[in-house]
């Protein structure tokens, strides 16, 4: 079981930036599918972005497309989402997720992640 621990969340005013990150208890550079997501009050999880560790090969949502930017750093085990342009309704708990594979096939916002952090609250002001 991969331990995940997510950091960077607070309070902004919109039209601000954030960098989440997401420290992985393992070497992620063996090849690991990273995803984010968000979960707001009374709302579903949504995905947000992932990330294939041994290339950097990146998915995104169509809804977050040119807000996020997803990136790796296998030296550090960490994963980070940039989120440029906040905006209120960005206002969520984040999540990191974590698959093992080795290969970016086995990658993207549907896979079958199977570790979860415990989350990080973003809260976007108007």
């Known amino acids: 079981q991969v331990q995940l621990v997510e950091s960077g969340g607070g309070s902004v005013q919109a039209g601000g930036s954030l960098r989440l990150s997401c420290a992985a208890s393992v070497d992620i550079s063996s090849g690991y599918c990273m995803g984010w997501f968000r979960q707001a009050p009374s709302n579903e999880r949504e995905g947000l972005a992932a990330?294939?560790?041994?290339?950097?090969?990146?998915y995104y949502a169509d809804s977050v497309q040119g807000r996020l930017a997803v990136s790796r750093d296998n030296a550090k085990n960490t994963v980070y989402l940039q989120v440029n342009r906040l905006k209120p309704e960005d206002t969520a708990v984040y999540y990191c997720a974590a698959r093992r594979t080795v290969w970016g096939g086995g990658c993207g916002l549907t896979v079958d992640f199977t570790s979860w952090g415990q989350g990080t609250q973003v809260n976007v002001s108007s």
């Open positions: 990330i294939f560790t041994r290339t950097a090969d990146t």
